[in-house]
């Protein structure tokens, strides 16, 4: 046997649809098109989203609020989670760089220190903002608040 003498199963190849060709084909008068309509038509498009008229999905959601373009979105990082930073890495200043190397804030993302859990230790702690909370009990247990 070789390439040449393959061949493909028998019934596996089926010849292309012939629309359009006559009666005999059985693909003739509408040319599986159905009757009458915008689709039967040559040179019929519709545009995206069209649903036969029907009202438009997108039409029939409601649409409320808006988004503020100046919406500043900060990171949040716990008081806990720098405190168990500060333990774990025996660090007196915690910057941004140090809480991105950790994993806790994402590359270009600014962050914002809540006042969730408690701080042990006299921390020195940058960041971009600070709850009232958070700045509170930094300075409490003898930190300090620094803000970018």
């Known amino acids: 046997m070789e390439l040449h003498n393959l061949t493909p199963a028998p019934g596996s190849n089926k010849g292309p649809k012939r629309i ?4 005999g084909s059985g693909y003739g008068g509408t040319s599986t098109r159905g009757h009458k309509g915008a689709k039967s038509r040559s040179g019929y498009k519709h545009k995206i989203g069209f649903e036969g008229g029907q009202m438009p999905l997108q039409r029939r959601v409601p649409k409320f609020g808006f988004n503020n373009i100046n919406r500043v979105e900060y990171k949040a990082i716990n008081l806990d989670a720098i405190d168990a930073l500060a333990s774990a890495r025996n660090l ?7 809480l991105r190397e950790a994993g806790l804030v994402p590359k270009n993302a600014k962050v914002k220190v809540l006042g969730n859990g408690s701080i042990s230790l006299k921390v020195e702690v940058e960041a971009d903002a600070f709850s009232k909370k958070a700045e509170e009990a930094i300075s409490a247990a003898g930190g300090s ?4």
Not at 145 to 148: G, T
């Open 145 to 148: 608040v620094i803000k970018k």
């Open 20 to 23: 359009g060709r006559g009666p």
């Open 92 to 98: 007196s200043k915690i910057t941004v760089a140090d």
